[in-house]
Every structure is written in structure tokens, then in C-alpha cells.
């Protein structure tokens, strides 16, 4: 029988950084389609609007504490009697010059959303794996970006944690092959979410090439999609039950700019990049 609903797949889902942005709209798409959410945030109060529907548990998550970040999503785990999905969505962006910003600050955003988003992904599949092979499979969904193949300027950790994360889901598609787990890698463009404005910006001289590059940021930001745009492209990956790359957002940078990658030189990439971002 083919799914028309998440929930004929999954009857439970854990959801990081659910209070704003990509993971809310992910979690109401999941709750509209009857999927029972677990969503975290490191406050719960932030996750106040959701925590209304009868389907929805609050999860304080910090995930600059990987160690204990995976001790929550297991007490978590135990509660729902086991997740049969798992979106790793938290996260943050640091905007600055590489070379004047202090080292700690880019090895911090390294160490929160890549190695502690390993961590989550490890923790997960180790209990997808672990069912029995005529019982419930399950999905893991690592949020990367399409950071990972056309780098943001001023925003290097982010493209490697990005990147890395990409290299990850890829390893994990072929180790969980014949498996009947799903592992997507879901690369969202800019999308509304206010995201730049909880990007970090460390002190430091700013250069005009830097405002010039924030401007451009800024602007692709708020005129992207709506997030619910997002949670819909997620739904129909999900329906699909394939692993796979999802590239999601304006059709520029979803569609044409990974087009003209394939087939066009590595300058010419660069060039348009350097010209996206107003940095030539």
C-alpha cells in the first residue's frame, strides 16, 4: 500500500532545534500528518506554540554538550518507545573574517554542529540498526545546506560543518543499504527564518567587502521561500522512502546553480558566487 501519510512510515519523531525556523515548520508538517513529535530546544519555552498540540513533547537540548546532548535524546527515546525518526536540524551561523576572528570561536561552531550532530546521527542509527529485521525501520534526516557546495563568504565553519555533514550522510546512504533505514541529506538554499538574525558576528573590523557580502546575505534571506515550502519538499522525500540528496529552496539555487556546477567549469562557479555575493 503506497503512504499518503508521514505517519503510515513513522509514528514518532525527534526533532532538534524546533522552536523557529526549518525545524518548526518540519515539526508542524510531522503533527498536521499525525506524527507524534518530540522537539528540542535549549529553552522549552521557545517551543511554547507547538507544545500546544497534543502530539507534541518539549525537549530542553543543548547541543554545545554533546555528551549530554545524547544522554537527552536516549531518556527521550525511552519515553516515546523508540523514534522511527530523527531530523538533526539545530544550529547557528557565525559571520566574520576567518583569519581575524579567534580560532575558538569557528573550532566551538565545528565541535556544536558537526561532531555533536555526528554524535546524534551515531546514537540513532545505532537504534534503528538494533530493531528487528521484520520490524519497523526508520529515517535519519541530517540537515545540511546547499553551503556545501557553494560556500558562503565570511561564513567558513558553517560550509565545512555543512560540508561535512553532506560527507556523512553520503557514507551513512551506502553503509544503511538493504537495510530498510532512509538516510536524507537535505540541502536547503536561503529560506525566511530569521536565521540572519541570530547569526553570530564577533567583534572585529568589518570591511566593505564584508558589508557588501551581509547585504547580499541578508537580502536572499528575507526574500526566500516560506518555510512551510521546506516541510512540504521534506514530506514528499519522505513518502518516497529513498535515501537521497533533497536540494530545496528558489528554484536559482536548487535547480540552476547545481546544474550549471555539474557541467560548468570551477571558475565559473567561483565567479558567479563572487558576483551572488557582491565580493569580486
Do not use: C
Not at 47 to 74: E, K
Not at 101 to 116: A, G, R, S, Y
Amino acid at each position: 500500500m503506497t503512504a499518503t501519510r508521514v505517519s503510515d512510515l513513522y509514528r514518532t519523531a525527534f526533532v532538534t532545534g524546533a522552536s523557529t525556523g526549518l525545524g518548526r515548520a518540519f515539526a508542524e508538517m510531522l503533527l498536521a500528518d499525525g506524527v507524534r513529535v518530540w522537539g528540542t530546544a535549549r529553552e522549552t519555552a521557545r517551543l511554547a506554540p507547538l507544545a500546544a498540540h497534543p502530539g507534541f513533547t518539549a525537549v530542553a537540548l543543548d547541543l554545545r554538550d554533546g555528551t549530554q546532548a545524547v544522554a537527552v535524546f536516549r531518556e527521550a527515546e525511552q519515553a516515546a518507545g523508540g523514534f522511527d525518526l530523527v531530523i538533526n536540524n539545530a544550529g547557528y551561523g557565525v559571520f566574520g573574517d576567518f583569519a581575524a576572528t579567534d580560532f575558538p570561536v569557528w573550532q566551538e561552531q565545528i565541535e556544536v554542529m558537526l561532531v555533536n550532530t555526528a554524535r546524534l546521527s551515531h546514537a540513532a542509527l545505532r537504534s534503528l540498526l538494533a530493531r528487528p529485521a521484520d520490524g519497523q525501520r526508520g529515517a535519519l534526516v541530517n540537515i545540511s545546506s546547499l553551503a556545501a557546495e557553494f560556500p558562503l563568504p565570511f561564513q567558513s565553519a558553517y560550509n565545512v560543518i555543512k560540508a561535512g555533514l553532506t560527507a556523512l550522510n553520503e557514507s551513512l546512504m551506502m553503509e544503511v543499504a538493504g537495510t530498510g533505514i532512509v538516510v536524507l541529506d537535505v540541502r536547503p538554499g536561503d529560506y525566511r527564518t530569521d536565521f540572519e538574525g541570530s547569526v553570530r558576528r564577533p567583534p572585529g573590523a568589518a570591511t566593505p567587502r564584508m558589508a557588501r557580502a551581509w547585504a547580499a546575505f541578508e537580502r536572499m534571506m528575507k526574500s526566500g521561500p516560506a518555510p512551510a515550502h521546506a516541510a512540504a519538499a521534506l514530506r514528499r522525500a519522505l513518502l518516497r522512502q529513498r535515501s537521497g540528496t533533497v536540494r530545496i529552496g528558489r528554484f536559482f539555487q536548487a535547480v540552476l546553480a547545481p546544474f550549471l556546477a555539474r557541467f560548468g567549469s570551477l571558475g565559473l562557479r567561483r565567479r558567479i558566487q563572487a558576483g551572488y555575493f557582491d565580493v569580486s
